[in-house]
């Protein structure tokens, strides 16, 4: 029979072994948490790293480029013609991009029978103008087409521009084409006295504003103009040619309403392009 000595150091070796026990499962599941905590970690570090990586080598440089590139673009709103606007003299290219460069110098060349017409385009005063005619030049919108306004008198332009001016003689719509898209005018000369001295080519419109389309004026003497047309850019050569034209007079064909007539000396436009100066 068991003495009760035995008896208690039985109990206390089984308290002993349960505490132990007890300590050792305590011991493990804190390995276990430490380890699941510590494989989160480690998880979250390699998706951050991953992140940040990723972030350098796309996001980072990406960013930076949109930057530049928002910062050198500008939106342009081209307003297209209703359809009932849109009469025979209206020659439909497309449109240009909405997106346009408002950086760098252009320059155009206007190739016609008497010779070459250039002029600097500064982007950065005209990008949406200078953008809708690099894209009309890259239609070839503007070959075979006459300058079919002469105004010897006051304002001392030579307009050009009309898609449907062209083959012999003149008509009565000559004057009235243009792109199947208008847009707002830019650079106004407003704060400037001539607003549009001798050797400056801008655009004409009807009067009305955002009614800008692809004709065009060159001024080859100090005009009074009201500043409400675009001033595109500057004659760098051929103003010559202009001044030729203008000597040789107009015929009154519009004498009645906008002023002057057809040039009597005939100016071809046989090409157009817009290059990067």
Known sequence: ?????????????????????????????????QAVVGAGVVLLLVVAGTAWLASNM????SGTDNAAQDA????????ELPEGERTPQVKDVGLPDTQQSKAGVQTMTITTNLGPITARIDRSAVPCTAGSFTHLAEQNFFDNTKCHRLVTEGIKV?????????GEGWRETDGTG??????AEENLP????PPYPEGVIAMANSGQPSSSGSQ???VYGDSPLDPNYTVLGTITSGMDIVKDVAAAGDDGAFAQQAGGGH???EVVITDLTMTEA
């Open 1 to 33: 029979m068991t003495s009760t000595r035995e008896r208690q150091r039985a109990a206390a070796r089984a308290r002993l072994e349960k505490e132990m026990a007890e300590r050792a499962a305590r011991a493990r599941k804190r390995r276990q948490t």
């Open 58 to 61: 796309l996001g980072d440089d």
């Open 72 to 79: 050198n673009t500008v939106q342009c709103d081209w307003v």
């Open 158 to 166: 030579l307009q050009c521009g009309d898609p449907s001016a062209t």
């Open 178 to 183: 243009g792109p199947s898209y208008r847009m």
């Open 190 to 193: 407003a704060d400037k006295r």
């Open 216 to 218: 065009f004026f060159i």
């Open 263 to 265: 040039p009597k000396k």
